[in-house]
């Protein structure tokens, strides 16, 4: 793998330094899936999106992301915002 560099909401990118590091090797991978089906499918763009998300969905499954974990992430993602606009 290579690393390249995105820009993120800072709340985002926030939230994603602050994972633990098995988290993020998981959001890394739902990430580059994504960004890999994004450039290389030739499909109209709003099939491309959901097969891209379930695909992601079924990747992210095998690797141990469990909706429990996604709603904890999501909370969290949450409540940084709330705190942020406080």
Known sequence: MKQAFITLDSEIANAYLGAPIAQRKQLDYIVNSWLKNIFYRKESS???LFETMA???R???ANGLTP???DHLLK???QE??????
């Open 46 to 48: 709003k099939k491309k």
């Open 76 to 78: 969290e993602i949450k």
């Open 68 to 70: 429990e974990i996604l």
């Open 55 to 57: 695909e992601i969905g």
């Open 81 to 86: 915002r709330k705190n942020a606009k406080n």
């Open 59 to 61: 990747e992210a499954k």
